[in-house]
């Protein structure tokens, strides 16, 4: 086996490990509107994490730190967000409530027992508060 075979072999091995382990967040779309920030794929954004919209929408406001409301499949912001700072919002979502802390894979659901958000693992099975608001 000459080097480029090698090489090959390894690369291969490599691209396999990342489709299988790493989950794609979905890249929020935005855009500015006056002096409102849109996130245009919310609904779709929303849906793929399987998480309620209001739930990521209380997070998005309270982490932004400006008014917001859900409109159709848009999210709507008073006041200009850069892409980067709703992405990264978007990302800690997903850290903070869509990836098992324990296995850290995204099969996994928000449920809520006595008032208490928790994230539950259908992976692994571990079940763990998550921050309340
Ligand atoms: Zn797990």
Same mark, same amino acid.
């Given at each position: 086996?000459? !080097?480029?075979? /090698? !090489?090959?072999?390894? =690369? #291969?091995?490599?691209?396999?490990?990342?489709?299988?382990?790493?989950?794609?967040?979905?890249?929020?779309?935005?855009?500015? #509107?006056?002096?409102?920030?849109?996130?245009?794929?919310?609904?779709?954004?929303?849906?793929?994490?399987?998480?309620? =919209? =209001?739930?990521?929408?209380?997070?998005?406001?309270? #982490? /932004?730190?400006?008014?917001?409301? *859900?409109?159709?499949?848009?999210? *709507?912001?008073?006041?200009?967000?850069?892409?980067?700072?709703?992405?990264?919002?978007?990302?800690? !979502?997903?850290?903070?409530? *869509?990836?098992?802390?324990?296995?850290?894979? *995204?099969?996994?659901?928000?449920?809520?027992?006595?008032?208490?958000?928790?994230?539950?693992?259908?992976?692994?099975?571990?079940?763990?508060?998550?921050?309340?608001?």
């Amino acid at each position: 086996m000459d !080097y480029d075979e /090698l !090489y090959d072999r390894a =690369e #291969e091995k490599i691209s396999e490990t990342v489709d299988e382990e790493r989950f794609e967040v979905p890249e929020p779309e935005t855009m500015q #509107e006056g002096e409102k920030t849109i996130i245009k794929n919310f609904s779709k954004i929303a849906d793929k994490l399987r998480r309620p =919209e =209001e739930h990521m929408m209380n997070f998005l406001r309270r #982490e /932004l730190g400006v008014p917001g409301s *859900v409109e159709g499949s848009r999210a *709507v912001f008073q006041g200009r967000i850069t892409e980067r700072k709703v992405s990264d919002k978007v990302s800690q !979502y997903v850290d903070d409530f *869509v990836i098992c802390p324990a296995c850290e894979k *995204v099969d996994t659901e928000l449920v809520e027992e006595e008032r208490i958000k928790k994230i539950k693992c259908e992976a692994c099975g571990a079940k763990q508060a998550v921050r309340q608001f």
